[in-house]
T-cell receptor, first 116, second 109 residues
Framework: DGGITQSPKYLFRKEGQNVTLSCEQN?????MYWYRQDPGQGLRLIYY???????QKGDIAEGYSVSREKKESFPLTVTSAQKNPTAFYLC???????????????FGPGTRLTVL | SQQGEEDPQALSIQEGENATMNCSYK?????LQWYRQNSGRGLVHLIL?????REKHSGRLRVTLDTSKKSSSLLITASRAADTASYFC?????????FGRGTSLIVHP
């Protein structure tokens, strides 16, 4: 089955700790994205990557870091610099359109991060 | 900043009724998309309508787009309890969509 997997589903972190959220896709999509969702809010873009070894900051990148060493994988690290990290994190992928965007996005099931 | 804004924020109906939700946006777009999110899950793409299209159907879904009013509507006909979810519109010009805050739909059996 093709799709996007995120792990873990639930994650608890103590204040001051860094934590890494996993995102893997086997859809052969070039582009991958990380979003943050807070209760009653829409999705806010954290980072995105169009190709391997390249990524760009989104609207709320402060306190987060990413890597894109493989096409299939786009892990997100929530650092201790992120002031309010408790949220639902969604990973997505797409085939970047050459024109007529935006792209249709395929989402993973999400990771709920709670800072204790 | 959020491009699309859905209205109403919450909608409660009985099974079998139609559900209509709206999305307004501020700037030019190439396409507008609707997504569904079940509680605690990821988003699922429902339908995409291009800026040169006025109406599109997919099963029980009907989407309209009025670029002169910068608005779109999503109609779900003959709703079912399984349609209970949040619905988001996503718009933009570039390849990354901007999502609204969503409409929470509850369908009572």
């Amino acid at each position: 089955d093709g799709g996007i997997t995120q792990s873990p589903k639930y994650l608890f972190r103590k204040e001051g700790q860094n934590v890494t959220l996993s995102c893997e896709q086997n859809l052969n999509h070039d582009a991958m994205y990380w979003y943050r969702q807070d209760p009653g809010q829409g999705l806010r873009l954290i980072y995105y990557s169009q190709i391997v070894n390249d990524f760009q900051k989104g609207d709320i990148a402060e306190g987060y870091s990413v890597s894109r060493e493989k096409k299939e994988s786009f892990p997100l690290t929530v650092t201790s610099a992120q002031k309010n990290p408790t949220a639902f994190y969604l990973c997505a992928s797409s085939i970047p359109r050459t024109s007529g965007g935006p792209d249709e996005q395929f989402f993973g099931p999400g990771t709920r991060l709670t800072v204790l | 900043s959020q491009q699309g804004e859905e209205d109403p924020q919450a909608l409660s109906i009985q099974e079998g009724e139609n559900a209509t939700m709206n999305c307004s946006y501020k700037t030019s777009i190439n396409n507008l998309q609707w997504y569904r999110q079940n509680s605690g899950r990821g988003l699922v793409h429902l339908i995409l309508i291009r800026s040169n299209e006025r109406e599109k159907h997919s099963g029980r879904l009907r989407v309209t787009l009025d670029t002169s009013k910068k608005s779109s509507s999503l109609l779900i006909t003959a709703s079912r309890a399984a349609d209970t979810a949040s619905y988001f519109c996503a718009t933009g010009l570039g390849y990354i969509p901007t999502f609204g805050r969503g409409t929470s739909l509850i369908v009572h059996p």
